[in-house]
């Protein structure tokens, strides 16, 4: 596998500066093979792969993780922008009933996708018709009559009077019919053959023309491979579409088609099909698609783990950091004279991973909150911030004094150092990131 390949050039340094040449070669060697063996196109994968290396030479070398895992991290984000990067959801019209007209060859999964589809649109509160637009194939109509059933949508199919045999006459009546019976969604299947052929794509060319389509889907099986591209092609000139469904998801198909077709063709993929079940349908999801591509699960999860083991790491040493002298109340001012500086914080803190609780605290703080502590503090002498233990009753209505607070401020104050300290401990033993001293809870 891909995985074990790429062990191979995983080199554990962690380097300073930018990735090397010969780590990005290496590994963009290993990406090729993969996106090939994915059956993505070779031009796609030419044209991605070089993208990439420009790129990661441009990247400054992480910390985290070793360089071969940073390629293939880099490798992952380009693949779920590109196939997601102009991910769009189904148009709807603005008067009228919305026409969604499925294209694709001959068992790539349309009459199957017109069911789920339109049961997918009716638990959105949707009410489709689903047409039966292909006269061409024995028990198409039939196929799409007992889909229908299953899912409770309502099937409209030639007989006399609806235009039997032609389907442009079939698709026309069916917006009619939509209209009286106010439907919202119009699904049209088509026929598709076994090959591209000029017959066919004048046909649906002749159907988009009479039903003017809000949305063309090209439904492509994904278990086709290489041919995926040609096909996508051949519909695009032909009849031309605004997405693309991929099918046969469930089966061991990489899925390369699907970034070979985005890039080549520029429609986004939108809706996936993943079994012969009419519930087995979704939204298509990037990720996991360019997971799949790279087929390397297992190392995208470990770069994941090492960059979170990282972070540990380093929230780890910044409490050593803190704990390694005795903590003042002097620190403790110091860290909340920090806190004001930092002013806007909150940006910086919402780039660190497991900080949601520190977050909230800062968003929902008072900053005259940390003028009154530090106004307390000043009124100590420096004995009683070095050494808090020694702030008795006297001493404490001295500061309330001084400072101008009341001596239940002080020993509120007082008790949320030593509040403070302890959860301080409890961090340089290992127990997290409980919060920020210093902070209101
Ligand atoms: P059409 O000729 O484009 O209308 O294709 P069909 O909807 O008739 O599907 C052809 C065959 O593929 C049927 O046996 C379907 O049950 C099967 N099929 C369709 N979609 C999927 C899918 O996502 N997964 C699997 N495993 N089979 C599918
Ligand atoms: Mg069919």
Known sequence: TLSDRLSATFKNLRGKGRLSEADIDATAREIRIALL???VALPVVKDFVAAVKERARGEEVSQALNPAQQVVKIVNEELIEILGGETRRLRYAKTGPTVIMLAGLQGAGKTTLAAKLALWLKDQGKAPLLVACDLQRPNAVQQLQVNGEKVGVPVFAPEPGNGTGDPVSV????IEEAKRKLHDVVIVDTAGRLGVDAEMMAQAAGIRDAVQPDEVLFVVDAMIGQDALTTAQAFLDGVGYDGVVLTKLDGDARGGAALSIRQVTGRPVMFASTGEKLTDFDVFHPDRMAS???DMGDVLTLIEQAEKAFDQEEALRAAEKLTGGDFTLDDFLA???QLKKLGSMTSILKMLPGMGQIRDQIENFDEREIDRVEAIIRSMTPAERANPKI???????RIAKGSGRTVSDVNGLVDRFFEARKMMMQMARGGGMPGMPG???
């Open 391 to 397: 702030i008795d009753g006297s001493r404490r209505s």
């Open 37 to 39: 063996e994915a059956d």
């Open 292 to 294: 799949r591509i790279l």
């Open 171 to 174: 698709a026309k009546a069916s």
């Open 439 to 441: 902070m209101p809870g």
């Open 335 to 337: 860290q909340m004279q």
